[in-house]
């Protein structure tokens, strides 16, 4: 058993499922192989971790989160957690127009067959309010245009762990997962579908502060 199998087996699933609580809605729309891309709403540490928790066998095997080069790759204990444990694939934060060269590794799995979670917010934002996606996933699906991409709103994790805090609070946490829908040759009208089906998937939970 490898590391990362060994601590979701043995610390973050059991976190998660007794600690946490987990509800999520529309689990069979969560694709059992790749490549697919995941894009999630992202206010917390506990995202990534959440998310990859939800998948298991060869499917999680095949589990990489987009996350900053220069924030995860800063340490030493940092670069061991975020690639034994969690598989990042890192990417630069930075403006460049050679959006191929920077998406390469993120491109490489999913020439593997990578299931990819990626945040379009970027950076994580205030706890339980969306923030404004950016375009960058505009430009990796131009690359791989017969990739599905599979919408999914988390709601509660701001509460439990937000950003800036350091204090585990336990939340119940609702997850909702979307169709999965495909590259538009139109960057407005690419992101106006995503922001569509985001805030869609925020709605159904109806909840108060929203």
Not at 93 to 103: A, C, I, N, S, V
Not at 127 to 149: D, F, T
Request: charged share 25%.
């Amino acid at each position: 058993m490898t590391m990362k199998n060994l601590l979701f087996a043995i610390l973050v699933r059991p976190v998660i499922l007794f600690v946490l609580g987990l509800n999520i809605r529309g689990r069979d729309k969560l694709p059992e192989s790749g490549p697919c891309v995941i894009i999630a709403n992202h206010n917390s540490h506990l995202d990534t971790l959440v998310l990859m928790s939800l998948f298991r066998g060869k499917s999680f095997s095949k589990v990489r989160p987009v996350a900053a080069g220069d924030y995860f790759m800063k340490n030493k204990f940092l670069v061991f957690f975020s690639t034994k444990v969690m598989n990042i694939i890192p990417i630069e934060r930075k403006m460049t127009r050679d959006f191929r060269g920077m998406f390469k590794p993120v491109l490489q799995s999913l020439d593997d067959d990578g299931i990819i979670i990626l945040f379009p917010e970027g950076s994580r934002g205030e706890a339980e309010q969306l923030s404004k996606y950016k375009s960058g996933i505009y430009y990796l699906m131009r690359e791989k245009p017969e990739v599905p991409v599979v919408p999914l709103f988390i709601h509660g994790l701001g509460k439990a762990l937000p950003k800036g805090s350091f204090v585990f609070v336990p939340f119940f946490i609702d997850i909702f997962v979307g169709d999965k829908f495909y590259y538009k040759d139109n960057r407005n009208d690419f992101m106006t579908e995503l922001n569509e089906r985001m805030n869609t998937l925020q709605e159904e939970g109806q909840f108060s502060e929203w």
